[in-house]
């Protein structure tokens, strides 16, 4: 249901089923955080987008 594979939380050894539920509740969907960053990538103008290859040590303070 929320992207995750079935038995993700409620199958952990020692979780009861309200903490599960509450984790559940807390956590991000990740389908909709993949579209929100979709969405604002295409709303990013070009020159302020860092290459795909990129990595936070690679650039220039």
Known sequence: MMGLPEG???DTPG???PAA???L???V???QA???LRLLWDRMPTEA???ATATSTSVAA
């Open 8 to 10: 993700w939380v409620v």
């Open 15 to 17: 979780i009861t089923r």
């Open 21 to 23: 539920l509450k984790a």
């Open 25 to 27: 509740g807390n956590g």
């Open 29 to 31: 969907v990740r389908q």
């Open 34 to 36: 993949a579209a929100a």
């Open 49 to 51: 987008r860092l290459p």
